[in-house]
């Protein structure tokens, strides 16, 4: 299991879209469901988005839903994260991470011994 490694935030005005990538393994991405989770100042880390492993399924906080959208490239070993309609609070370090789905909810999957990445800054001016 390797590291997860996150690109393509930026500082973007409201209305405008970027796109996260989130480069892993092989060993990785045959062996978890991998999601997005973000971090704002002051904020707990919480979930935007998964994409399960085996039949590539996704699910979106409510927060996002209708203007992000959570893909995947199996050849690559990447997760991307299309970001439309940004709004100034989506401002946010945003994560990749190995994921679980237990008591109702997208956790990091404890498992993972690769942990979190460095993270990608997303910043939305109004």
């Known amino acids: 299991q390797g590291k997860l490694v996150e690109s393509g935030g930026g500082l973007v005005q409201a209305g405008g879209s970027l796109r996260l990538s989130c480069a892993g393994s092989?060993?990785?991405?045959?062996?978890?469901?991998m999601a997005w989770f973000r971090q704002a100042p002051g904020n707990e880390r919480e979930f935007v988005a998964a994409?399960?492993?085996?039949?590539?399924?996704?699910e979106h906080a409510d927060s996002v839903k209708g203007r992000f959208t959570i893909s995947r490239d199996k050849t690559n070993y990447t997760v991307y994260l299309q970001m439309n309609s940004l709004k100034p609070e989506d401002t946010a370090v945003y994560y990749c991470?190995?994921?679980?789905?237990?008591?109702?909810?997208?956790?990091?999957?404890?498992?993972?011994?690769?942990?979190w990445g460095q993270g990608t800054q997303v910043t939305v001016s109004s």
């Open positions: 991470s190995a994921a679980t789905k237990y008591g109702g909810a997208w956790h990091a999957n404890p498992t993972f011994a690769g942990g």
């Open positions: 092989a060993r990785t991405f045959s062996s978890y469901a």
């Open positions: 994409i399960r492993r085996n039949d590539g399924n996704t």
